[in-house]
């Protein structure tokens, strides 16, 4: 009797060499999709139980909240830049760009840095290692200027405080009226 190379039904065909042999299928035990399916729906349960309390520090069983509320169509609009003078005399706008440092975490730390002016400083040292090339500053402000809202539209009326700074020696005179401390124009142009 002859022998049919054909496989008979119900056998698995032969590998061919080089192939990899199929991996057997794991099953997960009953507990093992208990747990997986308790932990899934306990994420779930916590994410959407935060979002009505929670804040950005609780993420991600929060919502983030940073950029998700809008301003007060009759209140006012903060806008911070950050000026320097350096040994030139020459007031400039510190940026990412010439910096390195980003507007965030300027304006994360304006507190801190209105209590502690060395803290102020390091935006100067960053610019020193940004450009090492560059004229040393002499005098770093961050300032915010308050942008009134009337109906969701700008009303004319803004007013620039000093909310940090730092200087070498007396404070500078302002060398460029769009550039003064007390001036608005430069606010919403900022390059943060």
């Given at each position: ?9 119900g ?5 061919s ?114 450009g ?28 620039t ?32």
């Amino acid at each position: 009797m002859s022998i049919d190379s054909t496989d008979a039904p119900g056998e698995a065909a032969a590998e061919s060499p080089g192939e990899p042999s199929p991996r057997p299928v794991v099953k997960m035990s009953s507990g093992g999709k208990i747990a997986g399916i308790t932990v899934t729906l306990l994420c779930a349960l916590l994410m959407f139980a935060t979002t009505a309390v929670g804040n950005d520090s609780w993420f991600p069983f929060a919502p983030m909240r940073m950029f998700a509320t809008a301003a007060n169509p009759n209140g006012i609009i903060e806008i911070l830049r950050v000026e320097a003078v350096n040994e030139n005399g020459q007031r400039m706008l510190l940026s990412q760009e010439n910096s390195g440092i980003r507007w965030a975490e300027v304006d994360g730390q304006r507190d801190a840095m209105a209590e502690d002016p060395e803290l102020v400083k390091t935006l100067a040292d960053a610019y020193a290692h940004h450009g090492p090339k560059k004229p040393a500053l002499i005098a770093v402000e961050i300032l915010v200027s308050n942008y009134y809202l009337e109906n969701g539209s700008l009303t004319g009326r803004c007013e620039t405080v000093l909310a940090a700074s730092w200087y070498v020696g007396e404070p500078p005179p302002p060398t460029d009226g769009s550039l003064s401390p007390t001036s608005c124009e430069r606010g919403l142009t900022s390059t943060w």
